[in-house]
């Protein structure tokens, strides 16, 4: 089955270049995807755009083979069933950690925290307000209230970029195993290939707004015809490696 | 959550509330039409409170008042048209009555008791409006520094043996257009312009602050002689400021013209609204408020000029001594009143 | 504009429409006055713009531009100090800053000449000292109305410059000084423009304010553009050149707005204050020596000028005139003026937020233009305004009479409602502002998440929004309220016969000539804003701790 298939889309603010143009693609059910590409380059209105957050000016996009926006209709963001996690975390500052998660819940919502919060290893947080929550954590609590509704499809923006190196690779892993356990299917914006390389199944290049690739993460290196993109994959994975290097050696 | 709700809820009845109770209350008012005056008025003397009640008493008709800039109260009312609730509207000045009544929103009000106790001069032709009150407007004069025996006429004034010595406010107030409306009526409009020209001239200092200020200014030797309005030497005498009383002992009252067509006057009058409904009781009420008794009010708590002949003014008023006024209609007063502001900003008396 | 709708049927939604039709209803006073601005100016048109017109600008420019320097200043520096440095009472300090506010700037000009005019208090006392030479400070001229304007509006900038500053992070400071910046560096480089929109916002109501003041201006004999429009009205018997000199203002405001949006516009600085680490408290410095007498000094000039010195002077007179004044009917009046400005601002309130957050619900974005037109009120002159309510409703009222044979004049004309309208439309921008900059701050992504767990709009806005705004909007209420209660010319014009509130007794003394006897009014009334501003003080103290 297809968790979400897009044909089309396009989106544009004031009239100004289009961000999103004319975008078409497809994501298996059950797979982890990661959308690459520099800023600027359309992914996170893309994303705004899946989870229901802008109305696009072209195209369709179906969520579990059901239309949920083209030009004629649009199905309202809290009737999706699609998850996002912002790239601030956006947890609500006036709430704790408990209400945070709690906060689509409508009933078991005591057994459903315990066991989220024992999924992202924070039990003894409950009470905690997010200012008074690393970075880190916040990303966690931020995910588990995401996942506390069963989204079908959860949205990550940017999931690491607020994190230091030393955590990232840690969490890399325990995302995956979480969305695994889970079961859902996911889509990640990043602009750090090895982000990518390290979790996702499948992978989509951003261009100024366009899909400029789609493929199996095995099959990355197949076929790069197009330089830029050659370019900036090796370009960002050496900067990677060196950065990493640099720590390690350090 | 629900501590919204409530606060929504609360305030949806307040509101509603308010509603109600607005419509209750016209809907009584409607049924007491007949009993009440719905008075629009540019006065706004505690004084005056005082003689509404008592007519309130007397008759059982009750009186409510909305206050108010004249000119406000003439566009309300003409907006307002054939629905305005006003009854009556009364003015500190002749002019806005004339014009009230040139907009088409006043009515005849013919009384037998009303044509003898005003002066044919203080009232309007056809009746439709009345004065009330009259104010004189007199130069006042340094006792130190004048002999008053200089003083003749407001024409004299731009005399040169003034220059920098005149005290007067400024141009946006109604009895300085009234009083230039005057001149305009007894000199014509040429010599008028030359009279406000060489005032200007004359002036202390740039026209400012309002006619208590002027008084204040002479007592400081800012200038030696000013224009203002006696009732507003009465409340300056009067007041609770040691100052104040100072400065109004240290001037002298003079009426000008006296030789000629009298002291330039004007008056606070009233007249009955167009579309008012109860035309019987506003008659009446005019009828009461020139009475001897209310006339004697207006001049011991206001200073003004009774415009009943027979009334008393107060000891006040008599020390200033009796003099003779310009009998110019008033109605000459409103009809020149924007020549005179024309005249005003061509000669730039601010 | 490009109106490029193009998917009309799929982006319409209740709140389009419901944006579009409160708008349009609180806009119809200024169709009123625009459907009169077609019939051309009046008579009296070229008497005004050959005497008095260039001579009325001139006046107004330098009143803007003077009180506009002089806000700026004594706002920035006193919010600096007080947002910045620990010292002994404080918090009073902060709470005295906004104090001039509580008094009508007509008063405050007033009371000035009661201190230092012939006789005046101040002089008395200064001659009591053994300064014999001196019985006037002249005050009575355009600098001495700049002054009075300047120290009666300048809490405008401090209240809004205040927050900015006190939402500064401490790291900000640290990474100037890190970079090597000084102290001065810091202050003039990083922490003044960062304040920029804050500013800007702050004097755009200071120069409303001063546009609009025409008690003060009148009294002083300095002739400005509001004035101008006065006398064009009821001296020149033209009231069609003075609703054209009203559209002339509005136009030059609406620039003045556009301009402020551009400024705006390209320096929206985003400090988020919810969603970071840095909701620590606010470190405050000591200050010692001569800094310490400096800094002192700048908070309390403008406390002394704006609001101990008339205050004192109300004072002298509210005692002078206590035993007539102080009776059961000045209470009563107190409590109708309490009454019709809770009510009224609670209203405000209500609509602006509404306005807003329909706006942010709506799609077709091109609606949002309408919601603009209602806030156009801000703008226009007091007097102007009720003559547009007088005339919108006038219509309503002979539409009933015509097609219905109903007569609702006199429920209309002498009902509280028209008053209420017409406050409405005067001052929902001041509500509508001050909300709207606090919205903005708030991270978009909060609502959205909320939206993504399956809240809708108004669960999400009570649940998410509400209570991160609520001190906004408690600030909004009491800028409205102190806006509605000081209000003079709609109220005149509008007000039902009996209904009278404390501005409005306080200026019938002040306009008889007997200011001594408006003192006790304005004292109440201070009184009233001053409790209510205490409140808000206390309330953040609250959600501090």
Known sequence: ?250 | MIRICTILLSFLIITSCRNDENINNKAEEENKKSESLTLYTHRHYDSDKMIFKKFEEQTGIKINVVKANADELIQKMELEADQSPADLLITVDAGRLVRAKNKNLLQAANSELLSKVVPQHLKDSENYWYGLTKRARVIVYSKEKVNPEELTTYEDLINEKWRNKLLIRSSNNIYNQSLMASIISNNGKDSAKLWANGIVKNFARSPKGNDRDQVKAILAGEGEIGIINTYYLGKLLNSKDSSEIAAGESVGVFFPNQNDRGTHINISGIGVAKHSLNKDNAVKFIEYLVTKEVQEVFAKANYEYPVNPEAITSDLLKSWGEFKEDKLSLTKLGELNKEAVIIFDEVKWL | ?545
């Not at chain 1, 951003?206 to 990355?220: S, T, V």
């Not at chain 3, 916002?201 to 120069?207: D, E, I, M, N």
């Not at chain 3, 509605?484 to 306080?506: C, D, F, G, Q, R």
Request: aromatic residues 12%; proline residues 3%; hydrophobic residues 45%.
């Open chain 3, 1 to 545: 504009m490009v109106l490029k709708i193009k998917h009309l049927k799929r982006d319409f939604n209740k709140s389009s429409l419901l944006i579009v039709i409160i708008s349009l209803l609180l806009a119809i006073p200024v169709f009123a006055i625009l459907i009169s601005l077609f019939k051309g100016t009046g008579e009296m048109w070229e008497h005004i713009t050959s005497y008095f017109l260039i001579d009325y600008i001139q006046n107004s420019i330098i009143l803007l531009l003077g009180s506009g320097i002089i806000c700026f200043v004594i706002g920035t520096s006193s919010a600096w100090v007080v947002s910045r440095y620990k010292f002994k009472g404080r918090k009073i300090i902060e709470w005295l800053l906004f104090m001039p506010l509580a008094i009508p700037s007509y008063i405050v000009a007033y009371s000035y000449v009661g201190l230092f005019g012939y006789g005046g208090s101040f002089i008395k006392f200064i001659n009591y000292l053994g300064f014999n030479n001196i019985d006037n400070i002249e005050m009575m001229n355009i600098y001495g109305l700049v002054w009075v304007l300047s120290f009666s509006l300048y809490p405008y900038v401090y209240a809004s410059t205040r927050l900015i500053f006190q939402s500064y992070p401490t790291r900000l400071k640290d990474t100037a000084s890190l970079l090597g910046a000084s102290k001065n560096k810091y202050f003039f480089k990083i922490a003044l423009p960062l304040a920029s929109p804050a500013i800007i916002g702050g004097l755009f109501l200071v120069f409303m304010e001063v546009l609009n003041d025409y008690g003060a201006a009148k009294y002083y004999g300095i002739n400005t553009f509001t004035t101008g429009i006065f006398r064009t009205w009821t001296a020149l018997e033209d009231l069609q050149s003075s609703i054209y000199l009203s559209a002339i203002l509005v136009v030059l405001v609406f620039v003045l707005v556009l301009i402020v949006k551009w400024l705006r516009g390209r320096r929206s600085y985003n400090l988020k204050t919810y969603n970071s680490n840095d909701q620590d408290e606010i470190y405050r410095k000591d200050l010692k020596g001569l800094k310490k007498i400096i800094f002192l000094t700048i908070v309390f000039v403008p406390i002394l000028f704006g609001f101990l010195f008339p205050f004192l002077q109300l004072i002298i007179w509210g005692l002078q005139t206590f035993e007539s004044m102080f009776n059961s009917d000045l209470l009563n009046i107190g409590i109708q003026t309490l009454f019709l400005g809770l009510s009224t601002s609670i209203i405000i309130v209500f609509l602006a937020t509404s306005l807003i957050y329909l706006s942010k619900w709506n799609y077709l974005k091109q609606l949002n233009v309408t919601s603009k037109l209602a806030t156009l009120g801000y703008v226009i002159p007091g007097a102007i305004i009720g003559i547009g309510v007088i005339k919108s409703s006038h219509s309503i009222t002979e539409y009933f009479s015509t097609y219905h044979n109903i007569k609702i004049g006199y429920i209309i004309y002498n009902s509280i409602l028209v008053l209420i309208y017409a406050y409405v439309f005067r001052f929902i921008a001041v509500a509508f502002n001050s909300i709207e900059s606090n919205t903005l701050k708030l991270s978009k992504s909060l609502s959205e998440s909320s939206n993504l767990l399956g809240f809708g709009k108004i669960k999400t806005f009570f649940k998410i929004d509400f209570p991160l705004i609520k001190n906004a909007l408690l600030t909004s209420f009491i800028l409205v309220f102190i806006d509605v209660i000081k209000e003079l010319p709609l109220t005149l014009i509008l007000k039902p016969y009996n209904l009278s509130t404390l501005a409005i007794k306080a200026y019938e003394y002040a306009e008889d000539e007997r200011v001594a006897e408006a003192a006790l009014p304005a004292l109440f009334l201070i009184f009233i804003i001053g409790s209510m501003i205490s409140v808000v003080n206390y309330r953040f103290k609250l959600n501090k701790s």
């Open chain 1, 1 to 250: 089955m297809k968790i979400l298939e897009i044909e089309n889309l396009s989106k544009s603010y004031e009239s100004k270049l289009e961000v999103v143009s004319d975008c078409s693609f497809s994501i298996e059910s059950g797979n982890i995807c990661a959308i690459v590409g520099e800023s600027g380059s359309g992914k996170s209105t893309l994303f705004r755009l899946i989870a229901g957050l802008e109305r696009p000016e072209k195209g369709s996009i179906k969520v579990k083979e059901k239309i949920v926006s083209n030009d004629k209709f649009i199905v309202a963001p809290k009737n999706r069933n699609v998850g996002l996690v912002f790239q601030d975390f956006s947890l609500f500052p006036h709430m704790t950690v408990k209400e945070n998660i709690e906060f689509g819940l409508v009933k078991n919502k005591n057994k459903k925290v315990e066991e989220l919060l024992k999924i992202i290893r924070m039990e003894n947080f409950l009470n905690r307000y997010p200012h008074e929550l690393s970075g880190g954590q916040q990303q966690r609590v931020s995910l588990a209230r995401s996942l506390a509704l069963d989204p079908s499809l959860l949205l990550l923006d940017e999931p690491f970029s607020n994190l230091d190196t030393e955590l990232k690779s840690k969490l890399r892993k325990d995302v995956r195993t979480i969305i695994k356990d889970i079961g859902t299917s996911s889509i990640f914006i990043t602009h750090d290939i090895l982000d990518a390389l390290d979790i996702a199944d499948e992978i989509i290049f951003m261009d100024n707004g366009k899909i400029i690739r789609q493929c199996k993460i095995e099959d990355i290196f197949k076929d790069v015809k197009n330089e830029k993109l050659l370019k900036s994959i090796t370009e960002l994975k050496s900067n990677s490696d060196l950065i990493l290097n640099a720590l390690k050696n350090k």
